[in-house]
């Protein structure tokens, strides 16, 4: 942060209520994490709660972070708030691949098993490119690392898509022993994880699943299932209890990184976000349609959201949009 802006937000905050009308410490608005094709870097975008899909780059449209280790490319970038004794922390996760550098059959052969890990304690100053392992050795690849609170575990659960090989094929040569299947571990830090164990099979691929918390128990997820899009299903027993399938957000089935977040106001509002595979990749939204509980979705037409590739969503203060809108 320069100096004029440090300046700038110490005097906004000695006077407050004045300026804005929003209060500090009341949620305002929305900080969408994503990333580009043209640019493998954590970008930022901002919408406020009047109009919450209509997100606009910050910080004049550069990059906040940029993978200096690694593959130096990253993809599929998730904000991750602190809870607990890490309250006021965020954590940045995303993937670890330069498809520029690689074929798609090495990618998943023989792809990172790191998650690129970024910290913050403002949102704003992040610190330096980490990468941390988090498969074993027989996986290919760790695509789309996600997390969320776990309330069972009272630690993160972070989950990823991976393809499994066998123990004696340490080339990864022959045929895969798995599809595309959902991994998880937990941690407490992003620093050290648990043994990653399997959360999700299914006989064709899935990849890049997502949760959205409804209370302690209750919970929706989506992911890409390559035999039918993005299904949409609740759990009333937690994060590994009993699933039901809901619905399939309508024409969703040519896009994968399904991301929820839930309407500041309106707690039982929800918005799906999703991104178009193939020639005109970008993010596209859909609106609940009743309560979020019922999974049911319709789709946005009114706002242009292609200039973000499959992002995650933070929801933040007055505070925090005015420090972000000074970036
Ligand atoms: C993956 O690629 C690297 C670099 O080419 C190579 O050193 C390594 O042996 C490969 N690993 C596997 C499992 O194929
Ligand atoms: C959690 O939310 C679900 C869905 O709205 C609801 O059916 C359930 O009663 C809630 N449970 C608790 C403990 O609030």
New binding site residues.
């Given amino acids: 942060m320069k100096l004029a802006q440090i300046i700038s937000t110490s005097l906004a905050l000695s006077i407050p209520a004045l300026a804005s009308p929003v209060k500090r410490d009341e949620k305002a608005g929305y900080l969408s994490v994503y990333w580009t094709t043209e640019d493998e870097s954590v970008f930022f975008a901002l919408s406020e709660n009047d109009d919450p899909l209509d997100f606009s780059p910050v910080n004049g449209g550069r990059a906040v972070a940029t993978p200096t280790i690694g593959t130096g490319a990253v993809r599929d970038t998730s904000i991750i708030a602190g809870q607990g004794e890490s309250e006021g922390k965020y954590w940045i996760i995303g993937t670890d691949l330069n498809i520029g550098k690689t074929t798609w059959d090495n990618a998943v052969?023989?792809g990172s098993r790191a998650i690129y890990v970024w910290e913050s304690n403002d949102l704003v100053n992040w610190d330096d490119t980490s990468l941390v392992t988090v498969e074993d050795t027989t996986a290919g690849m760790v695509w789309a690392p996600d997390a969320i609170w776990d309330p069972e575990e009272e630690q993160y659960l972070v989950h990823w898509a991976s393809k499994l090989y066998s123990e004696t094929d340490?080339?990864?040569k022959q045929d895969p022993q798995t599809p595309n299947i959902l991994r998880y571990a937990h941690t407490k830090d992003f620093k050290t994880f648990t043994q990653p164990q399997t959360y999700l099979q299914q006989p064709t691929d899935i990849i890049d699943l997502s949760f959205l918390p409804l209370n302690e128990t209750t919970f929706l997820r989506s992911y890409r299932d390559d035999s039918g899009g993005l299904p949409v299903e609740i759990s009333t027993t937690g994060l590994r209890g009993e699933w039901t399938f809901l619905s399939k957000p309508p024409d969703s089935g040519s896009f994968e990184g399904p991301y929820f977040f839930r309407d500041n106001l309106d707690p039982s509002k929800g918005y799906f976000l999703a991104d178009l595979v193939g020639s005109r990749p970008g993010v596209q939204a859909w609106v609940s349609s009743g309560d979020v509980a019922g999974g049911v979705f319709v789709k946005d037409t009114d706002h242009e959201l292609g200039f973000m590739r499959h992002n995650s969503v933070l929801a933040v203060t007055g505070e925090q949009v005015g420090v972000l809108r000074g970036m």
């Fill in positions: 052969r023989n340490a080339a990864h």
